[in-house]
C-alpha cells in the first residue's frame, strides 16, 4: 500500500478516507460551518496537544458550537486512527493528524438550530515534508494582489474554521506566477500570513512577526517562539506592523506552521532573502529542533 494512503474516522468508524462517510446534509459541507485542528508527531509523539486543543475550543466558542468530545476519549480515537493507518500503509515515520468537527446535519437552512448533533471525521496521513532541495533553496512567496484577507470584523482569521475559500483564491493567484505560497495583505494594505502558514522577518537581528490584530491565525508554532524558542535561540522577537514596502529592509523570511515548522523564504516576488546555516532563521529552526526533542521525551504519554 502506498504511503499516501489516508486513514479515516467518521465518529468512530475506521474507513479509508476516500470511501463517502458524511451525509450530502452535513453543514460542514453545505455552508463550512465547521472547526478543525492538525497536529503532527515527532518521534511519534503528537506534539503540543494541549495547545491546539485548547485552539480548537476557542474556535468553537466562536462558532457557538457545543463539543460533545472531550480530550481523553478523543486522544483514544486518534490512536485508534494512527493505528489503523500504521497497519494498512506501513508507514513508520512523522504523522500529520488532522481532526475535523462540523455542526452535523439536518434540514437545508442557514439557521444553525437544524442541525442535529456535532460529527467529528479524523484523517491520518504521513507529515508532508519539503525536498532538500527547496530546503536549501528556500520558499519563494508572491504577494496576492487581487484578494485581501477576511477582516477580523467579518470572519476573523483566529478561527480555525472550515471557511478556506479566501486562502484557495490567494494561493491559486500566487501559484500562476510560479511562486511556492503566497503572501495575504489585509484590507489596510498590511502583511498578514501565508495562506495556511504564519510569516516572520528578521531586520537587523530582530525576528518581526505581524500582530494577531492584522488578521492572522495565532498558530501554535509562531506562540511558541514569541514565548519561549526565540529566547533560547537568542534572538529577540516581537510583533510589528508589516507592510511590502518594508521587504527591502528585511534581512531574511521564513514561515511557521505546524507541519513545516521554521522554513526558510528567498524571495518574495522581486524582494531577495538571505538564507543559510548562518542565519537567524537557522537558529530558529535548531531551537525549534531542541524544543520539540525535550517535549518528545518529556511527553510519553502522548505517544500515537
Not at 494512527?82 to 500503509?89: D, G, H, K, L, W
Not at 506501513?90 to 437544524?114: K, V
Not at 515534508?129 to 477576511?150: C, F, I
Not at 522554513?263 to 531542541?290: H, N
Request: hydrophobic share 45%.
Amino acid at each position: 500500500m502506498p504511503v499516501t494512503f489516508i486513514q479515516a474516522n467518521t465518529n468512530g468508524r475506521l474507513h479509508g478516507a476516500h470511501e463517502p462517510s458524511i451525509a450530502p446534509l452535513n453543514r460542514g459541507f453545505l455552508y463550512g460551518d465547521a472547526i478543525y485542528e492538525v497536529w503532527r508527531t515527532y518521534r511519534g509523539v503528537i506534539f503540543a496537544w494541549e495547545e491546539h486543543w485548547r485552539r480548537l475550543l476557542r474556535s468553537a466558542a466562536a462558532l457557538h458550537l457545543e463539543l460533545p468530545f472531550k480530550p481523553e476519549p478523543m486522544l483514544t480515537e486518534i490512536r485508534r486512527t494512527v493505528a489503523a493507518f500504521r497497519e494498512t500503509s506501513r508507514f513508520a515515520g512523522e504523522l500529520y493528524i488532522r481532526l475535523q468537527i462540523t455542526r452535523g446535519s439536518g434540514a437545508i437552512g442557514l439557521d444553525p438550530a437544524l442541525a442535529d448533533r456535532p460529527d467529528f471525521v479524523l484523517l491520518v496521513q504521513p507529515c508532508p515534508d519539503l525536498s532538500v532541495e527547496k530546503w536549501t533553496a528556500g520558499l519563494r512567496l508572491s504577494v496576492a494582489t487581487s484578494v485581501r484577507r477576511n477582516p477580523v470584523e467579518s470572519l476573523s482569521p483566529a478561527w480555525k474554521t472550515g471557511n478556506y475559500l479566501n486562502n484557495v483564491l490567494a494561493l491559486r493567484e500566487a501559484r500562476t506566477r510560479g511562486a511556492d505560497e503566497v503572501v495575504i495583505l489585509n484590507l489596510a494594505g498590511e502583511i498578514t500570513e501565508a495562506a495556511v502558514s504564519n510569516i516572520g522577518f528578521v531586520r537587523d537581528g530582530v525576528v518581526v512577526t505581524p500582530p494577531v490584530s492584522a488578521g492572522i491565525l495565532g498558530g501554535i508554532t509562531r506562540a511558541l517562539l514569541l514565548e519561549k524558542i526565540a529566547t533560547m535561540a537568542g534572538v529577540t522577537m516581537r510583533e510589528e506592523t508589516i507592510r511590502p514596502g518594508d521587504f527591502a529592509t528585511m534581512d531574511e523570511c521564513f514561515l511557521l506552521s505546524t507541519t513545516k515548522d521554521v522554513t526558510p523564504v528567498a524571495a518574495i516576488d522581486e524582494a531577495r532573502f538571505k538564507i543559510g546555516p548562518e542565519t537567524a532563521t537557522m537558529r530558529l529552526k535548531a531551537a525549534f529542533a531542541d524544543y520539540v526533542r525535550a517535549y518528545a521525551a518529556d511527553h510519553a504519554e502522548l505517544k500515537a
